[in-house]
């Protein structure tokens, strides 16, 4: 058996009771924490389910996913995903695969950022498309986001850009205004939504500034505001 369990926005506290018990009760226990940031302890998590924790990496997750899936044919084998196991596409990957094979599988959701971000007071149904701004590398520095982020422009709706791992509000504005500076302008003078560690009593939420915030964080570009949205943004 196969489980993928949703660690929650934060940390070790925001599993859920489920899934705390079927941890206690697998044969083995992975995490991966590739897939988005995570302010828990493993420590403390090991624990609080009473064994350790194997820690994957992306390559033991996406390259080696059939070793994965096989060892959950004769055991009980659980992957702990930051956030909602299903946010990222590659698990969707991994049940495909088990699925294919036969064994069987379960998932426990949790909180994860596409919820979250409802703490700013943004109705969610009026979230288009979800982008990624990736950090830049040498010779890449791909800018395929900012049309996404245009379309859902035009048809009034929120843009939610997820941040890489490691990339802060500052450089991620600098990258986002300079693709803007260069394309259509459709950015500029426009109130941006800054918020950083969302789910933690850390949490930091700017709206209207320009504010280098530290990671995890994300960035929300409003699309057209309903008069409630409006009011609770000003109050921020």
Do not use: Q
Not at 47 to 58: A, P, Q, V
Request: hydrophobic share 40%; proline share 4%.
């Amino acid at each position: 058996m196969l489980y993928l369990i949703g660690l929650g926005i934060w940390d070790e506290r925001d599993i859920s009771v489920k899934g705390l018990e079927i941890c206690r009760k697998a044969d083995d226990v992975y995490c991966e924490l590739y897939t988005a940031a995570w302010g828990g302890s493993l420590k403390r998590l090991g624990k609080m389910i009473g064994k350790e924790i194997g820690m994957l990496e992306r390559k033991d997750v996406e390259n080696d996913s059939e070793t994965f899936v096989e060892k959950a044919r004769k055991k009980e084998i659980v992957l702990l995903v930051p956030g909602d196991p299903l946010v990222a596409t590659t698990h969707l990957h991994l049940l495909a695969e088990a699925k294919e094979k036969g064994v069987p599988f379960e998932v426990v959701h949790s909180s994860s950022i596409l919820t979250v971000v409802g703490r700013t007071g943004l109705h969610l149904y009026k979230f288009g498309r979800v982008v990624t701004i990736p950090s830049p590398e040498e010779n890449y520095s791909p800018d395929s986001f900012y049309e996404a982020i245009a379309k859902n422009m035009k048809m009034g709706l929120h843009s939610l850009l997820l941040l890489d791992i490691e990339l802060g509000t500052k450089k991620a504005l600098e990258i986002l205004k300079g693709i803007d500076k260069e394309k259509k302008g459709i950015l500029k003078g426009r109130k941006m939504i800054i918020c950083s560690k969302l789910g933690s009593d850390k949490e930091i939420i700017v709206y209207g500034k320009a504010t280098d915030l530290p990671p995890p964080a994300v960035i929300i570009i409003p699309g057209d505001l309903h008069f409630s949205e409006e009011e609770f943004l000003e109050k921020l």
